[in-house]
């Protein structure tokens, strides 16, 4: 008698193997286990993001400042992504981009002055946001 092939589940476009049989060694890089038969995607360490972001007035003064990216910055770099600058038109506009495509923005002047980012809620969203891109 032939064995049974093993067990797929398709979630989200994705095969994933059946983690109750203990077969990892074919899981694409890049796939999480969320439980024992369920796997999701999420972004590799080393994705390159860039950061695009616009003037803003500060002080009577409209330019392109890095201030306010301090700590956006250091929370990707944590994450291992590598973090391109990218200066843009629009005021007041922050955009991560991951492959081509916007999957954070917000207001500049929302984001904290300085610091590491390790408080500011934006920079956990925008955390959170880059690691769902894929």
């Not at 306010?68 to 391109?84: C, I, M, N, P, S």
Request: aromatic letters at 6%; a positive charge.
């Amino acid at each position: 008698m032939r064995p049974h092939p093993l067990p797929q589940q398709r979630l989200g476009g994705v095969v994933c193997r059946l983690a109750s049989l203990g077969v990892t060694s074919h899981l694409p890089v890049g796939l999480r286990w969320l439980s024992r038969t369920r796997c999701f995607r999420v972004m590799p360490r080393n994705a390159q993001v860039t950061l695009r972001f616009g003037p803003y007035e500060a002080c009577g003064f409209v330019g392109h400042r890095k201030h306010r990216l301090q700590g956006l910055k250091a929370v990707l770099l944590t994450d291992g992504h590598e973090v391109v600058l990218e200066e843009i038109p629009d005021w007041n506009v922050v955009e991560l981009i991951v492959n081509g495509e916007n999957v954070f923005q917000c207001n500049i002047k929302a984001l904290d002055f300085g610091g590491d980012g390790l408080l500011d809620p934006l920079c956990k969203e925008a955390r959170i946001a880059v690691l769902n891109a894929y």
